[in-house]
């Protein structure tokens, strides 16, 4: 990319005002509510008004008492002592499920707090958490039931306390409170451990649902083995199956955060066995914190079981309808009765809407159903066209599916975020080119060319630049032309007519008709086969018209399609097994979907998530449609995978929301060390964003801890350049990593990596192959002295850890565009421990346009990429 960041002038800060002004603004603000928060629409009935109200303190007792909060009265209200942290408590006489409460700020209002819920009001479940709150009137939808709900604040938005107008709560009364319910919670989540015995007695074994397996610590005191529940949870029983060597003296602890621990269950009299705990707690997470052994040796559990109150305290999940599943507003579905001028209004006036539209948070996916059809197909951003059948050849397009650059005058080099997948297409006769051009995060996978006569080209055709790209399971018929095409990847792939074209770095793996093995000149980097890998999961129409989701066998030593000429292997789910994710749903319903053993449909749109999405379960397949994508707001973790076999995650975009996230998607916990060489994770088109929309902010992007896990085809990005009146910069939208690779053989085909302001990938696990590296470094170094790594000038595109003795990669390309300060310089891209079992073949540098310089291509070797010798490549490496 090319793009240049804007320079915005920062405003100046407005004055704080004095708390008599602030009182007035409310009182408007409480009066007319339309402060910034959509208006949530109209809940059953107001079940708080005129209720018994407690608060942890009041500012004056005589006129700012809690009950002033719930009195209906807007001109008076609750006023806290100018501390942190303070709660306003309403008890609604009878258990109730809410489902939303108002808040109608005073001038001294809360910038972060939680809403929360309780049965007894003493254990409290979260319904609600901001760090970000503005003040003013916030109509907030909410899901939770309890008898008693309060605002917990623990950061005030001012120096005075907090004060409240009123204090509404929405819902319905009835119900009885939740019984203990019978699912072990536990069992699948991420696990931890103060210690391990070895790597055979891991703290995952004591959660895994398997009596024979256990975790067993150091022989010492104290000793801890910690699980995460994914998000808040009312506790009501632990059984804990110790192994011989038991605790004598522990508690049961909860936390919200990991790091501040409520005991609710202590002994110093057990005898070991097994124990069923009846416990009374919520928090996130739960760990037995162990301080005296009942034996010389560790602590060893065989199973650490918790259970919930279910029931009407979790989030309703609806049920699908699998031959007529409501997949979303932004979804069309076409069959070959829909009239063709009915079609190609609907796909003109997409196109029209996404040609530019690269940073808007519309995205929409055009389904075709199997059939025949005559279309033309120009994609714009954030779309995807897909065919519904098991096979590519069920539907055909006569006409054309394509994407072209004439937006930015032939420069493809932006045109990312679009998608075309299982399809055939038939040119109109005369006409013998299609074309794709595009960069990144655009991939045109297990498609159809028909036609030896016909070519796919890979850039404008005559103009611009484009600049990488992904092409899999895919048969051309005819000539696939790179072009001005910079670096492509070809995966298990059919070229009747075989490639043509080179410029830095083109890869072809298990592709049959792929060039002669040649680099640099051409630049064509040659893999016969590939060595494990399962497609993309994909939706489609059976005879009955039931929809269903099939999953691609994992294949191993590949070549070619898995479906041309031959019946792919895998298996097939009916969407009846999974929830269908609309944008706004909460974190919480998606996680009691994915408790109840559902998998994820989520449909085009922006779905904004304020606390992890949690997959424990094995084999769970999430797909998205339209590149959904998922938001982290508040500081979240967009989503976070246990320690198991065989998740697939497709199709879905991450992106940082405005406060800093410390990881957007992590794949298992750290310490993972269960091995799943048979049934790896895999993730197939899955991007990140941090900027573009908005200034974004995460400390890591994507951390892979779990061994084994696949990556096919992902784009990791900080932004270079943002939507008009949205300002990136280096202190702006900030972002120290993009990859960071703990878990043993894990592989990546098609990585891209690029902007980021420390090192692009680290890569501390043993025996890991990457196919396919595609890197810019950051744009935007101030200057030398503010991208320095200890003394070295700059950070690695891809660094492989010191202890590592076993790396393999294939097809490497990093790219330097220092354009705010050309003075700065890389000291080298790839950064490697010199050992013969880490292995580099095929490197390539380039200064864009001479811009900057990148100093060695590999540690010491490899010559410097810069203004006089913009190009460098390397073959080998050691």
């Known amino acids: 990319m090319t793009s240049r960041a804007t320079s915005v002038r920062p405003r100046p800060r407005r004055p704080v005002r004095h708390l008599l002004v602030g009182l007035t603004v409310a009182v408007v603000a409480a009066l007319t509510p339309t402060g910034g928060t959509t208006p949530a629409q109209a809940a059953p009935t107001l079940l708080s008004q005129g209720r018994p109200a407690t608060a942890s303190s009041t500012e004056n007792a005589g006129t700012l008492a809690a009950a002033a909060a719930v009195d209906g009265d807007t001109g008076t209200r609750w006023a806290s002592a100018f501390s942190d942290p303070q709660w306003l ?73 907090y004060s409240l107008w009123e204090f509404q709560v929405y819902g319905e009364t ?80 909860t936390s919200a955060d990991g790091t501040t621990w409520t005991t609710i269950y202590s002994t110093t009299t057990s005898t070991g066995g097994t124990q069923n705990l009846t416990v009374s707690g919520s928090g996130r997470y739960l760990r037995m914190y162990g301080t005296a052994r009942g034996t010389t040796y560790g602590y060893s559990l065989w199973e650490l079981a918790v259970n919930t109150t279910g029931g009407t305290s979790e989030p309703p999940v609806g049920t699908t309808d699998p031959y007529n599943p409501n997949l979303g507003s932004n979804t069309f579905v076409f069959d070959p009765s829909t009239p063709t001028s009915t079609i190609q209004s609907r796909l003109n006036t997409l196109f029209t809407q996404q040609e530019t539209n690269q940073f808007g948070p ?112 895919t048969r051309v018929d005819g000539l696939v032309v790179s072009g001005s095409q910079q670096q492509w990847y070809s995966r298990n792939s059919e070229f009747g007519n075989g490639w043509t074209g080179s410029v830095w770095n083109m890869v072809f793996q298990g592709v049959i008709g792929a060039p002669a093995p040649s680099f640099p000149n051409p630049s064509h980097t040659v893999i016969a086969q590939t060595p494990q890998v399962r497609e993309k999961p994909f939706l489609y129409v059976d005879g009955s018209g039931e929809y269903r989701v099939f999953v691609p066998a994992l294949r191993t030593n ?48 922006v779905h904004h998530v304020t606390e992890p999405i949690q997959v424990n379960r094995t084999d769970t397949v999430i797909l998205g449609l ?98 008009s009146g949205v300002p990136t910069g280096w202190t702006l939208n900030t972002a120290d990593t993009g990859l960071t690779v703990n878990g043993d053989d894990v592989t990546m085909y098609g990585l891209f990596v690029e902007h980021y302001q420390k090192y692009q990938t680290i890569w501390n696990g043993n025996g890991g192959r990457t196919y396919f590296y595609q890197n810019e470094l950051p744009y935007d170094p101030p200057n030398q002295a503010a991208w320095m790594n200890g003394s070295t000038r700059g950070y690695a595109a891809y660094k492989v850890a010191d202890s590592v003795t076993s790396h393999q990669a ?35 540098t380039v200064s864009l346009g001479g811009v900057g310089t990148i100093n060695r291509v590999i540690n010491n070797a490899g010559g410097t990429a810069n203004a006089a010798n913009q190009t460098v490549y390397l073959t080998t490496y050691p």
């Open 810 to 844: 294939f097809g490497l390309g990093s790219y330097s565009y220092f354009n705010v300060n050309p003075a700065v310089v890389e000291e080298r891209s790839f950064e490697v421990p010199v050992n013969p079992n880490v292995r580099f073949t095929n490197m390539v």
């Open 174 to 253: 009835g119900g009885s409170t939740p019984t203990c319910g019978s699912t072990n919670v536990a069992q699948g989540s991420p696990a931890t451990a103060s210690s391990t015995q070895d790597a055979g007695l891991a703290a995952s074994a004591a959660v895994d649902g398997n009596p024979g397996t256990r975790w067993a610590s150091a022989a010492s005191d104290p000793q801890w083995l910690r699980v995460d529940l994914g998000s808040t949870r009312t506790i009501c029983r632990v059984t804990l199956t110790w192994e011989a060597a038991y605790a004598r003296s522990f508690q049961l602890q």
């Open 626 to 723: 339209g590149l959904a994508t998922i938001q982290a707001d508040n500081g979240s973790v967009g989503m976070r995978v246990a320690d198991v076999d065989g998740v697939k995650v497709a199709g879905l975009m991450f992106e940082a929301g405005t406060t800093n996230s410390p990881v957007l998607m992590e794949v298992g916990p750290s310490g993972s060390a269960a091995s799943h060489a048979s049934n790896p994770t895999s993730l197939h088109d899955v991007f990140f964003r941090i900027g573009g929309p908005h200034v974004g902010k995460a400390t890591n992007t994507l951390t892979v801890n779990s061994d084994n896990v696949i990556g096919d085809h992902m784009w990791l990005w900080r932004a270079d350049h943002a939507a």
């Open 89 to 161: 408590q309403v008890d609604l006489g009878a258990r109730a499920t809410i489902s939303q409460v108002n808040l109608l700020w005073e001038g001294a209002y809360g910038r972060a707090f939680q809403l929360q819920t309780s049965d007894d009001g003493a254990t409290w479940t979260t319904i609600y958490s901001t760090t970000t709150g503005a003040g003013g009137t916030q109509n907030l939808t909410v899901t939770g039931a309890g008898r008693y709900v309060r605002m917990y604040g623990t950061a005030r938005g001012t120096g005075y306390g």
């Open 362 to 473: 519309q995205r929409y996916a055009v389904l075709f159903k199997p059939g025949t059809y005559t279309a033309d197909v120009n994609l714009g951003f954030f779309t995807q066209v897909a065919g519904l059948g098991m096979s590519p050849d069920d539907v055909n397009l006569n006409g054309h599916v394509r994407t072209e650059a004439f937006w930015m005058g032939g420069n493809a080099t932006q045109n990312f975020w679009r998608a075309a997948e299982n399809l055939s297409v038939t040119l109109p006769a005369g006409q013998t080119v299609e074309r794709w051009a595009v960069s990144q995060a655009a991939p045109y996978r297990r498609m159809h060319l028909r036609g030896a006569q016909n070519q796919i080209q890979l850039w404008n055709g005559g103009d611009g630049w484009s600049s990488g790209g992904l092409l899999a399971d």
């Open 558 to 605: 590949s070549t070619g399609t898995s479906w041309y000429n031959k019946t792919p292997a895998g298996s097939s789910i009916s969407l009846s097994q999974f929830y269908v994710v609309q944008p706004g749903t909460s974190a919480a319903t998606i996680n009691a979907a994915l408790a109840q053993g559902r998998h994820l449909l989520f449909t085009p749109g």
